[in-house]
């Protein structure tokens, strides 16, 4: 298995690193949580760095990350095996593939708390849980205000985002 990285939470087990690699070695599981490339050009985030968080319109320089990993969104396959893989699933930016997946009616938002203001104010959530109400979530995950400073990859999702996430998939009596 190529995990860049293995967190614990409760009875959950997260596993950092491509689903394409570390999926197959899994077998059926419970649940597949997931954040795959949307195929929006993003890989080194707005290109011209955005402005500050003031909105005085001073650009940054863009931190740079390794690949073009979000020239182009999984094909299809690859959501067949995400879903024949479990039972459940959450997948952020299910916007992006909602051609891909099943009718839902069960999709959870991240309210960012953005304060750049050239970047999304939150992101949706596919999933395959029952119900018929969206759930949001209020955590600010980057920019002036972040808690979880240090980022490895540029759409990485907090811990407390997703031990949210978890929440829904163990009946831990999640926050909504």
């Given at each position: 298995?190529?995990a860049?990285?293995?967190?614990?939470?409760?009875?959950c087990?997260?596993?950092?690193?491509?689903?394409?690699?570390?999926?197959?070695t899994?077998g059926?599981?419970?649940?597949v949580?997931?954040?795959?490339?949307?195929?929006?050009?993003?890989?080194?985030?707005?290109?011209?760095?955005?402005?500050?968080?003031?909105?005085?319109?001073?650009?940054?320089?863009?931190?740079?990350?390794?690949?073009?990993?979000?020239?182009?969104r999984?094909?299809?396959?690859?959501?067949?095996?995400?879903?024949?893989?479990?039972g459940?699933?959450?997948?952020w930016?299910?916007?992006?593939?909602?051609?891909l997946?099943?009718?839902?009616?069960?999709?959870?938002?991240?309210?960012?708390?953005?304060?750049?203001p050239?970047?999304s104010?939150?992101?949706?959530?596919?999933?395959?849980?029952?119900?018929?109400s969206?759930?949001?979530?209020?955590?600010?995950?980057?920019?002036?205000?972040?808690?979880?400073?240090?980022?490895?990859?540029?759409?990485?999702?907090?811990v407390?985002?997703?031990?949210?996430?978890?929440?829904?998939?163990?009946?831990?009596?999640?926050?909504?």
């Amino acid at each position: 298995m190529v995990a860049r990285r293995v967190e614990k939470i409760g009875d959950c087990t997260l596993y950092l690193g491509d689903c394409l690699e570390i999926m197959p070695t899994l077998g059926k599981v419970d649940a597949v949580v997931t954040d795959p490339p949307y195929g929006i050009d993003r890989a080194n985030g707005m290109g011209g760095g955005g402005v500050d968080g003031f909105g005085k319109g001073i650009k940054r320089t863009p931190k740079e990350y390794a690949s073009d990993w979000d020239k182009a969104r999984p094909p299809a396959n690859v959501f067949q095996a995400m879903l024949k893989a479990a039972g459940t699933h959450i997948v952020w930016g299910g916007n992006y593939f909602s051609d891909l997946l099943p009718m839902s009616q069960k999709w959870l938002w991240w309210d960012k708390l953005q304060t750049m203001p050239s970047y999304s104010d939150g992101e949706l959530a596919w999933t395959s849980l029952s119900g018929a109400s969206t759930k949001k979530f209020i955590y600010n995950g980057s920019g002036l205000h972040a808690r979880e400073k240090e980022r490895l990859h540029p759409t990485q999702k907090p811990v407390e985002l997703m031990s949210w996430c978890l929440s829904f998939l163990t009946g831990g009596g999640h926050r909504a």
